[in-house]
């Protein structure tokens, strides 16, 4: 495994780029997260490389960095700003990106699987949840365009309205995963499926892609709203 920069790691193995967060904590998206990322995804695109998003273990991204965005200012707007560019980008990459969901995604960290192509998480006792509502951020369209994108209706308001907390017991019925596999199995499972997707006709994979999800890139094109907490 090659180090890309702190906190981010790329792999290549068969076709398979994996890129893993690991602060050492709880993986918050700061600018440092963002730019590490970005990094990684360039040298992806760089190897036409299928790819592979996954986090440390019980931690896959605890969204964006509170202690930043409660500042306010540039970096802030700077961190707000990028973490929906990446969003976006993770959308309409041209290789599929599969999400190895190994513990806790919650606010961008949660949005962040649903821009993903497919959706892989370890069993366990960990939450999922969009919870702008409980830390009073009025939900942006960006936000509620990737849920609407992947979530089933019956689920929808109780993820973006209530703030509802999901479990790996009930994220594939509301679908916030595709799949639910032994922890120790996690990252085999999520290269071998980013492999078999890499198999597919890649013209036709990107601009089946671009036509399915054109509203979600509609939304996250329109840029951050104006964040309050509390």
């Not at 967060?21 to 695109?45: C, F, P, Q, W």
């Not at 290269?191 to 509203?215: D, F, N």
Request: with cysteine.
């Amino acid at each position: 495994m090659q180090a890309m920069d702190t906190p981010v790691s790329y792999d290549l193995s068969d076709g398979v780029a994996t890129i893993t967060m690991d602060d050492g904590k709880v993986n918050v998206i700061s600018t440092t997260m963002e730019s590490a990322l970005n990094r990684a995804l360039d040298r992806a695109e760089a190897d036409g490389a299928a790819v592979v998003v996954t986090g440390r273990p019980g931690r896959f991204s605890a969204g964006f960095d509170l202690g930043t965005l409660s500042a306010g200012g540039g970096e802030s707007a700077a961190m707000l700003s990028g973490g929906w560019a990446l969003a976006a980008r993770l959308v309409a990459f041209p290789t599929p990106v599969v999400a190895a969901v190994t513990g806790h995604a919650i606010g961008l960290g949660a949005l962040l699987i649903c821009a993903c192509d497919y959706r892989i998480g370890a069993a366990g006792s960990y939450k999922i949840t969009s919870n702008e509502v409980t830390l009073g951020i009025p939900l942006p369209l960006s936000a509620f365009a990737l849920l609407r994108d992947r979530l089933h209706p019956s689920a929808l308001s109780r993820a973006a309205v209530l703030a509802e907390v999901f479990s790996p017991d009930n994220a594939v019925e509301t679908g916030w995963l595709d799949r639910v596999v032994p922890a120790d199995e996690l990252l085999s499972a999520a290269q071998e499926q980013a492999r078999s997707l890499g198999a597919l006709h890649r013209a036709a994979y990107y601009a089946t892609k671009l036509l399915a999800r054109q509203s979600t890139l509609d939304a996250l094109s329109t840029g951050p709203a104006v964040v309050s907490l509390g």
